[in-house]
């Protein structure tokens, strides 16, 4: 079924080769196992290392390759925890909001990486948060069944109780296993100036939030809606060798939207059971299984897809600044930050 679900990819989109990203810098000091990464400018990469207690939050300057400032991990004013995804947006020129889903605590953070405020929300029940611009706030709930996203005022680093709009689960036919279980709704979520995007880790789906409150996707090339995970014994995330892997990331310019697309399952007990006890393997397999290589781009305006392009290294994550793309990724058994130049 796998190598069927490969073979229909292979003819439904033709990925360019890597001629339209020239790579003009890697960067591999001082990070070890990254979750994700955030340009705040060219060549001022955000890395979040949970595996790294005295960093788990660091600023790098890619050309002189040093880092310019980090946090350490725990619970104090500005720190992070060392599990669950962390989500980063602008609030203006001078300000960014990092959130820590295994907290549900939204930080503000200056361009030094100095730590300002926590956000304040009454709602409980939100468990992430990203800022579409300085006013408003598009936020996913915990446990919750009915509700995709909603879009709420930013006010005073105060996430309000008015909901301006409310996303819910039954607005798109794939967005309904959301109801059934509230653990299929997870993905990466983005801003820019005038859009928001939420995408789904097991799902094609990707939703785009504009800032006047209009709700739409973009035209994705595959479509595989989210599955739908039966309670047993508890709620559970779907199982990566039955369902397929959709967008692990996202990322924006002025013209053009980049997802950086899997489509692949992970089947890992015939792996365990061929390797034996060769521990270092299995995490290296464990580990690739989560990057990628296609990156699917779509024109911004429209939603429209215009083509796919092959990274010459996959990756797990992704971020743009100005002319240049940066990919998180996994090269012989480490991380690495490489930097292209697009000229799409």
């Known amino acids: 079924m796998r ?5 229909f990819l292979s003819l439904v989109i033709h990925p360019a080769n890597g001629q339209e990203l020239k790579k003009t810098l890697v960067y591999q000091d001082n990070i070890y196992s990254p979750t994700n990464i955030y340009a705040l400018n060219e060549d001022t990469i955000i890395v979040v290392d949970l595996s790294n207690r005295d960093a788990v939050l660091s600023m790098h300057d890619l050309k002189s390759k040093t880092v310019i400032a980090s946090h350490r991990a725990g ?11 962390k989500l980063i947006s602008n609030i203006n020129n001078n300000l960014f909001l990092l959130w820590d889903n295994n907290q549900r605590k939204g930080m503000v953070y200056d361009r030094n990486l100095t730590y300002v ?5 009454n709602d409980r029940s939100i468990s992430s948060a990203v800022i579409l611009n300085d006013s408003i706030a598009v936020v996913r709930k915990f446990y919750n069944f009915e509700t995709a996203a909603e879009i709420r005022r930013f006010n005073n ?6 909901v301006l709009l409310k996303i819910d689960t039954d607005y798109y036919n794939s967005l309904k296993p959301i109801s059934i279980n509230f653990m299929v709704d997870q993905g990466p ?12 880790f097991y799902s094609t789906l990707v ?3 504009s800032s006047n409150g209009t709700v739409d996707t973009l035209k994705t090339p595959n479509s595989f809606i989210l599955p739908t995970v039966e309670y047993d014994d508890g709620y559970s995330a779907p199982d990566h060798a039955i ?3 959709g967008t692990l990331s996202i990322a924006t310019d002025d013209k053009y939207v980049y997802v950086l697309f899997s489509g692949k399952k992970f089947e890992i007990k015939p792996f365990m059971m061929a390797v034996k006890t060769i521990t270092g393997k299995i995490a290296d397999e464990i580990e690739k299984s989560d990057n990628t290589t296609e990156l699917q781009i779509f024109d911004k305006r429209t939603g429209n897809y215009i083509k796919s392009i092959e990274l010459p290294e996959m990756a797990k994550d992704i971020t743009v600044s100005g002319n240049y793309l940066y990919a998180l990724s996994y090269v012989d058994g480490f991380y690495k930050i490489i930097k292209y130049e697009l000229s799409l």
């Open 207 to 209: 939703l785009t939030i």
């Open 3 to 7: 190598l069927l679900l490969l073979i």
């Open 157 to 162: 680093n105060n996430i309000v109780d008015k």
């Open 243 to 245: 369902s397929p892997e």
């Open 189 to 200: 979520m983005i801003t820019d100036t005038d859009k928001a995007y939420i995408g789904y």
């Open 117 to 121: 405020t926590d956000i304040r929300y």
């Open 75 to 85: 619970r104090g004013p500005g720190e992070l925890s060392q599990k669950g995804r």
